[in-house]
């Protein structure tokens, strides 16, 4: 029996492409031969207009056989975004209770940035990932008429507030860090986003004193992202916010191409989900030049998690050593390699390395 049992949904576009990539690199690591079964699920945007839904009935009981989903990306013209959004990947984080939705932003070797200024760009973003801005209450009135509404209600619980600050706390505290900053706009959004501020300060105020609490306007933060990025260790952000500053961190530091991320339930009751930040990218599906870099990383926090932390290390490693050694690089960071090349590259490196060290 295998000791990890990964549910695999490559999703739409190049999400097939970079997912090949990434279960060839899981299938080379060493240890026994029977350490990863994985069961590939066809939830995607095909599968909807053959059913009328993202996912079958009973979704829920089957994903929680696993011990991990990898998920590739989603999205198709033909079916619009809020429904392969909303039936497919916010289904699985809020019912799985993956609150924790976490994405690292670093400077890569060969990867240059304009912001770096000669210092390496370093911190990680703690997303909340099952409320906030990002939820089904609302509705919409007097549709096509000149009096038509909408009302959208962001959602914010002192629960839901002080457990993800906990968790960038937490990891905070694992790595050494001295700082933590908070993203709110609790100026102009007084209620949810004052109660943001008040929990996030009660938290680390009883917990992680030894933590600088930085409070800091959603807006004057992107702009302080480009102009001292490396000013940042930890950053605590809602669900809206934390989406946005993280496509910018993926920016200032190479591009989407290359950022992983993680959705996480910290108490394991559910399996955690873990995929690129980039998008299912129509306009390259199926011409083999997507980065996988992305997708390869999501699956080494994936092993960080399930307490395969060396295997990890080893795939981000060989990343590094493919990046720095700059020969194969594909379009998105001025390169020609397809993505079957820079998979390869990858795996060359990953077979020179040592299990450990």
Known sequence: MAKYNIAVIEGDGIGPEVME???????????????????KLPWNSRYYLEHGRMMPEGWKEQLQRFDAILFGAIGDARVPDDVSVWELIMPIRKEFRQYVNFRPVRSLPGIRSPLADG??????????????????????MFRGEPAELAIQNTVMTRAGIER???????????HGKTKL????????????????????ARTVRTDYPELELESVYVDALAAYFVQRPQSFEVVVAS???????????????????????ANINPEKDFPS???????????????????????????????D??????????????????????KVK?????????????GQAILDKLAALPEKG
């Open 330 to 342: 594909t379009a998105d960071i001025g390169g020609d390699a397809t993505t079957a090349e820079m």
């Open 239 to 261: 669900n809206l916010f934390g989406d946005i500053l993280s496509d910018l961190g993926s920016g200032i530091t190479g591009g989407l191409g290359l950022s992983p991320s």
């Open 273 to 303: 989900m873990f995929e690129p930040v980039h998008g299912s990218a129509p306009d390259i599906a199926g011409k083999g030049i997507a980065n996988p870099i992305a997708q390869i990383w999501s699956a080494a926090l994936m092993l």
């Open 119 to 140: 210092e390496d760009i370093e911190f990680a973003i703690f997303r909340e990932n099952a409320e906030g801005e990002y939820s089904d209450s609302g509705g919409r």
């Open 164 to 174: 993800i600050t906990r968790a960038a706390g937490d990891y905070a505290r694992r």
């Open 21 to 39: 990539q990434a279960l060839n690199v899981l299938g080379a690591l060493g240890g026994e031969a029977d350490w990863l079964s994985v069961e």
């Open 181 to 200: 900053t908070s993203a709110t706009k609790s100026n102009a959004v007084v209620h949810a986003n004052k109660l943001w501020d008040e929990q996030v």
């Open 305 to 326: 998690h399930l307490g395969e932390a060396e295997k990890g290390k080893k795939i981000v490693r060989a990343i590094e050593q493919v990046l720095a050694e700059g």
